[in-house]
């Protein structure tokens, strides 16, 4: 059995295809368990974002058996901790390794190696990540950079002191590559209750939302972007050049740039590393929410590096009666949703498999594509 699936595109003139063969498999594999087997389960069976699939689960049954995580408390801060750690992989995944690979340019794996090594340690894995920011992915404090406005920033790339500001800088100065029009998904701190009883309802009643989810009836974006788009560098480089494939991987550098500061709300000491500084920054309990839904259902949702992941579960007799899980990817590359909408709007000139390629990358699939390009 594949448990991934892939997704495949097609570009033809005047015509975008996206098909995605991932399976719908939580209920197959997570039903007729207890909680704790299924929490265990699920951060096994993802290849990825594996903590997030497992705080997801188990905020999810415990609010589906009335018992969840108090806001603050320990059990919401380790949550928040683990799936905050798992999203700054990520992140430096796609800016270490992903993104130059596709550029033809050499991956840092040392750097993403020494990060990840880190983990199992939050202190030292703040003060590994600043100094990968400062020293690799920056060039300078990461508080400096998070200062800078749209011209400040325009300058340190056209600088190119790093391999990521060089990077930035092969987007050229025009509009963005891939720019999407579908609405943003709400965070997590914006979802309101009335927006998250609807998702639970639908994925249980109607299994095929899980597959292409809708929000007020149309397809959204979720990830970084959704979660940022509002800081001032950010939004000041969609209001210039569109929300496309710089400003997904922008998003995403920023919240790696603020991470480091934001550990310090989770207990890690303030002396612990750099001089981010940790005055009024916490990590806060928003990367994990849950709602208890009555009639023994349970809904969880996780703000994971590729957007928002909700699970959603029925209990019955202290075990799974139903489950159903929301994925980003399936948010990012629904059929009408924000790649299709990226890719439409591509100029089918030269390099139009590496523009493509581009996009579809910095919305972050979590299984393999391709990518097909079909001429007259």
């Known amino acids: 059995m594949n448990l991934e699936g892939r997704i495949d595109i097609t570009l033809a003139p005047g015509a975008v295809a996206i098909r995605s063969t991932r399976p719908q498999l939580a209920q197959k594999l997570l039903g007729g368990r207890t909680p704790a087997e299924a929490a265990k389960l699920a951060g096994l069976i993802f290849s990825l974002c594996g903590k997030a699939q497992r705080v997801a689960c188990e905020a999810a049954c415990a609010a589906a058996a009335g018992e969840g995580a108090a806001p603050g408390s320990d059990a919401s801060r380790a949550r928040s901790l683990a799936v905050a750690l798992e999203g700054a992989q990520e992140h430096a995944w796609r800016l270490l390794l992903d993104w130059p690979r596709q550029a033809g340019q050499p991956a840092d794996q040392d750097s993403q190696l020494r990060l990840r090594q880190a983990a199992a340690d939050p202190a030292a894995f703040a003060a590994t990540l600043d100094a990968l920011l400062r020293d690799t992915l920056l060039g300078e404090p990461a508080a400096a950079w998070l200062a800078r406005d749209l011209d400040a920033f325009d300058a340190w790339r056209r600088a190119g002191a790093t391999p990521v500001a060089r990077l930035f800088a092969s987007l050229g100065e025009g509009a963005d590559t891939g720019v999407s ?64 494939a ?83 990817t399936e948010w990012n590359f629904h059929p009408a949703g924000p790649l299709f909408q990226a890719l439409s709007g591509l100029d089918r000139g030269e390099g139009l498999e590496v523009r493509a390629r581009l996009v579809a990358q910095s919305l972050d699939p979590c299984v393999a594509y391709g990518i097909e390009i079909e001429n007259a």
């Open 181 to 244: 029009q579908a609405a943003l998904l709400p965070a997590l701190p914006a979802l309101d209750d009335a927006t998250a009883c609807d998702f639970a309802r639908l994925a249980l009643d109607t299994p095929a939302f899980c597959g292409q989810p809708l929000w007020q009836g149309l397809p959204a974006e979720t990830g970084a972007i959704a979660r940022v788009h509002a800081q001032p560098l950010l939004a000041a480089w969609i209001a210039r050049r569109g929300r496309g």
């Open 246 to 328: 710089g400003a997904r991987l922008l998003a995403r550098l920023l919240e790696l740039a603020a991470l480091p500061a934001r550990l310090c709300g989770a207990g890690i000491p303030a002396g612990s590393f750099g001089s981010n500084g940790c005055a009024g920054k916490t990590l806060g309990a928003t990367l994990v929410r849950a709602w208890t839904l009555g009639d023994n259902t349970g809904l969880a949702g996780v703000e994971t590096s590729r957007g928002l992941l909700l699970h959603v579960v029925k209990l019955a007799d202290a075990k799974v009666a139903q489950y159903r899980i929301v994925a980003p």
